[in-house]
C-alpha cells in the first residue's frame, strides 16, 4: 500500500482515479452490448431458436407488455414480494430467537445438536409438498415453506454469534460486576449484529426461493406461477421479462440488505462510523463542553 | 502516645494481602501458584515479574476475584476477596474496547454497568480522556484509533471505575517499544496523580523496576513469589534513570533470583 502510494504507475499519473473508472464503465457496457448483439442476430438469422431463446428486442417488448400496456405483472410482483418479506420476517424472528436460545443454554445445544445437523443435511425445500398437504393451498402453507428455507442461515449465524464473544470482554464484564441481563445487552447482542446481519441477508435470498418453489407447486399467483404459465403458453420473452424481473429484484435486495447493514452494523464501515460519531458528538456535547 | 498512632495508621497502610495465597487448576494438578504471602501498601506501585507459567497473571486474577484461590486468603481493605468487587478495576492486554462505543461511551461503561450515568459522570470521563491525552478523540470508534490510543481509552475506563487499586495484566504489551515507553510514563503520572495502589504484571525487567515501588520477582513450576525487591529510586523519575548504576544494580539483583544470569 504505502510502496504503491510512493511510486504510482506512470499511467496512474496521467488518470485521475474519475477517468479510470468511466473507462472500466464503457469497456463492461461495451462487453455487455456485444453479448446483446450476438444474442439478438443469432436469434435471427437462426443460430438460436427463437423459440427457446427469444430476441433480445422481444424480451424488451414483453417488459413493456407486462409492466405497462397489460401491467397485469404487478399483482403477481405485489403476491410474491408480501410472502418474501412475511416468511423472512417469520424466519428471522424463529432463526435469531432460536439461535440465541440455544446459544445461550449449553444443555439445550446439547440436546438439539443432532437435530440441527439432521436439518442442516436435509435439503428443505423438500418438505415443502409436505407443507402443503398438511396446512393446504394458499398464503399459509407458502408462508410456511418460506420460513422453512430461510430461518436457518439467521439460527446458525446467531448461534455462532452467540457463543463466539471474546474471552478477555467477558472477563472485563464480569470484573465490572456486571448482570447476565447486561452482558446479554451490552455485550453479547451488540458484538453478534454483524454475523446476524449476514445470515439474514443469506435468508432474504433463500426466501425468494422459497417463494417461488412455492409458487411453482401452487400455480395460483405470483412471479412464480407468472412463469409457470407463460412458459406452457411458449410465450418465452415475457417468461424471461419475469427472470430479468426477478435479477433486479435480487440485486434489489441485495443492495438493500447492504444499506441496512450500513445502518445497523455502522461501526464496521468508515462511513457508518463518522456518520455516528458526529451524531453522537452532538447529542452529548452540551453547551458546557462547546 | 505516639505509639498507637503509628500502629494503627500502619494496619490501615495495608490496602492488599495475601497470606499462603495458592491457586491449582482443576484439570491436571498444575499448581499455577504456590503459598504467596504479601502485604501492599496504600499507594505503592508493585510490579510482577517472571517468565511466563509463573503465575503472575493468576495472582492477579487472584487478586480482582475472577478466580477464587484453592488455598489461603486475599483480603482487600480489610475484607477477605470473595469475587469481583468495586475497588478494584482491572485492565488487560487487549484494549476490550467495545468497537460499536465511541472512546467516552467505552470510557462510561463501568459507570453504566453501576446505573444510568450522570451529568457529573460524563463530565469524568471527558477529564480522564484528557488525563490519557484523547479529549480530541472523545467521539471517536475504537476502529478509528491506534493500538496505543485504544489502551489509553481503556486506561481511561480502568480509571473511570473510581476503584482505588488498578490490577494491569501486560497492558502495553502488544504495543512498539516507543509506544510502550511513553504510556509507561504516562501511567506512572496517572496512577500518582489519583493515588492509587497498582499491580502491573510484564516479563519485562527493566519496565518492572522503572515503574515500580517494589517488584514481586516470580518463578515458574510451581508458580512462586521468590523475591520481594524494594525499589528506592527517586520519583519522578526520568527515563535515563535507567543507565543509572543504582537501577542497573537491581536489574542484577532481579535477574539473579530469576537465574537467568
Known sequence: MAVQDAIPAPQAVEDTAGTVRRKRILRHAGIFLTLILMWEFGSRIGWLDPLFYPRPSNIMRS????????????????????????????????GIGLGSLVGFNSVLRRFLKPYVIV??????????????????????????????????????????????????????????????????????????????????????????????VAEFIQRDEGIGSLILVYTRNLNMASAFACIFTLTILGFLIFKGMEK????????????????VSAKRRAAMEGPDHA | MPDPTIAQSSTHDIVVSGQGVGKTFADGSVIALQDAHFNIKRGSFVSLVGPSGCGKSTLLRLISGLIPPTSGEIAVHGTPVTGPRADISMM????????????????????????????????????????????????????????????????????????????????????????????????????QEVGATAFFVTHNIAEAIFLADQVVVMTSRPGRMAKIVDVDLERPRPLSIQTSVEFNKLVEDVRETLGEM
Open chain 1, 260 to 275: 441496512i447493514d450500513f445502518y445497523v452494523a455502522f461501526w464496521k464501515y468508515e462511513g457508518g462510523r463518522e456518520r
Open chain 2, 92 to 191: 488487560f492486554q487487549k484494549a476490550t474496547l467495545l468497537d460499536w462505543r465511541t472512546a467516552i461511551e467505552n470510557v462510561l461503561l463501568p459507570t453504566e454497568i453501576n446505573g444510568t450515568p450522570t451529568k457529573a459522570d460524563k463530565n469524568r470521563a471527558f477529564d480522564l480522556l484528557k488525563l490519557v491525552g484523547l479529549e480530541d478523540f472523545a467521539f471517536s470508534f475504537p476502529a478509528q484509533l491506534s493500538g496505543g490510543m485504544q489502551q489509553r481509552v481503556a486506561l481511561a475506563r480502568l480509571l473511570q471505575t473510581g476503584a482505588d487499586i488498578l490490577l494491569l495484566d501486560e497492558p502495553f504489551g502488544a504495543l512498539d517499544e516507543f509506544t510502550r515507553e511513553h504510556l509507561n510514563l504516562e501511567l506512572m503520572r496517572i496512577v
Open chain 1, 63 to 94: 417488459f413493456w407488455l407486462i409492466y405497462f400496456q397489460n401491467g397485469n405483472v404487478w399483482y403477481h410482483l405485489y403476491a410474491t414480494m408480501s410472502l418474501v418479506f412475511l416468511g423472512w420476517i417469520g424466519g428471522s424472528i424463529l
Open chain 1, 119 to 212: 436439518l442442516e443435511a436435509t435439503p428443505r425445500i423438500a418438505v415443502a409438498p409436505l407443507l402443503i398437504a398438511a396446512l393446504g393451498f394458499g398464503a399459509s402453507s407458502k408462508i410456511a415453506i418460506i420460513v422453512l428455507v430461510c430461518f436457518f442461515a439467521p439460527f446458525i449465524n446467531t448461534l455462532s454469534g452467540v457463543m463466539n464473544v471474546d474471552e478477555d470482554r467477558l472477563e472485563l464484564f464480569r470484573s465490572m460486576r456486571a448482570s447476565k441481563m447486561q452482558v446479554l445487552r451490552k455485550l453479547v447482542l451488540p458484538d453478534a449484529v454483524p454475523i446476524i446481519m449476514a445470515g439474514e441477508r443469506l435468508a432474504l435470498t433463500a426466501a425468494l426461493s422459497g417463494a417461488l
